[in-house]
């Protein structure tokens, strides 16, 4: 594969359809300070954390939530005026790619300088959450825990963090406010496009679109036989030299709809690349290429009574059941 796997991506985890998060680790330059002498420690640098989000519209592949964090004082020399961070939709592959790479690459000065941090929320998790047949957990309400536990990760590891900026999930002011309530003693911002207004969100947006890139190259790797049947020459070497033969995943790429169309088991559908609850894949299982199962229900379930377990040892059905609840009842002439 030549696109370049960060260590955000976890391959079992990944190919296995769990979610899981990833930090860096924290520069020593960010860390509060100690002394030989005492265990007493104080704030570090002040830093400030930018939070974006790549891939919530697909119906293939992960959800990845990105934090990015450094001192305040660099945030504009150092990732604008010298690596040219901006919203990494703006940004070519090769680009990001790069960027990641020096990020992650030890001695390098954003190394040396910033910590980062994903939440990857995989396809499958996402569809189970939104199918739930009581207390459905919507993607907006996922984003919002990624988004909390990313912030709250970063703070238990020591940064002294005094601003944060977020992209926007729906009306700025509503999830800025969310987010103050959890967060009090934080400053923070949220704001449309922030991707491009703030470089740590910028940042924030490259590790969340390269992690996700790379794990989609991973689930693909996975199912390339599939997709091609396996032969040299064939589908699977002309999808190979294209690049993924589901496109980019997003239910408007006509690669990606060929891609879940042809793939599609009768039963089970497809794999853990897949939102099964999304409308094109749901639409695919209700069509004819699907198979309707039928899941008998258990009638005992449907008749059981609370009460039966408290009814007369005899099997009468005239047993007083609210009568005997607490024991034999007393009559009249008890009085």
Not at 87 to 109: F, H, I, N, Y
Not at 201 to 209: D, N, P, Y
Not at 210 to 235: C, H, K, M, N, W
């Amino acid at each position: 594969m030549d696109t370049y796997i960060p260590p955000s991506v976890w391959h079992t985890e990944t190919l296995a359809g769990e979610s899981y998060s990833h930090f860096s680790p924290v520069p020593p330059s960010l860390l509060p300070p100690t002394t030989a002498t005492s265990t007493d420690t104080t704030a570090g640098e002040p830093c400030c954390l930018g939070v974006d989000e790549a891939g919530r519209g697909p119906v293939l592949g992960p959800m990845v939530y990105g934090v990015f964090y450094l001192p305040l004082t660099l945030s504009d020399s150092l990732l604008k005026e010298i690596h040219h961070f901006d919203d990494s939709k703006v940004l070519q592959p090769a680009v990001r790619s790069a960027l990641m790479r020096t990020l992650c690459e030890p001695g390098s000065d954003l190394h040396t300088s910033c910590g980062w941090a994903t939440a990857s929320l995989s396809a499958r998790d996402i569809g189970a959450n939104m199918l739930r047949p009581a207390a459905i957990y919507n993607l907006n309400a996922q984003a919002m825990d990624a988004t909390v536990s990313l912030i709250q990760g970063v703070l238990d590891r020591g940064v002294n963090v005094r601003e944060v900026y977020v992209d926007t999930i729906g009306l700025p002011h509503v999830y800025q406010a969310k987010l103050e309530r959890i967060f009090p003693t934080l400053k923070i911002t949220v704001a449309k496009k922030a991707d491009s207004l703030y470089p740590c969100v910028s940042a924030a947006s490259v590790c969340a679109k390269v992690s996700r890139d790379a794990a989609l190259e991973v689930l693909y790797e996975a199912r390339r036989p599939v997709a091609g049947g396996g032969e040299e020459g064939g589908p699977a070497a002309a999808a190979a030299a294209e690049g993924m033969a589901w496109g980019s995943g997003y239910p408007s790429d006509a690669r990606c709809v060929g891609w879940l169309k042809s793939n599609m088991h009768p039963v089970f559908g497809w794999g853990p690349e897949c939102r099964f609850s999304w409308g094109t894949a749901k639409d695919m299982m209700e069509t004819k290429s699907g198979v309707k199962v039928e899941w008998p229900q258990d009638e005992d379930e449907s008749t059981t009574r609370l009460t039966d377990y408290f009814a007369g040892r005899d099997g009468d059905d005239n047993t007083d059941e609210l009568g005997n609840w607490f024991g034999s009842p007393a009559g009249l002439e008890a009085f």
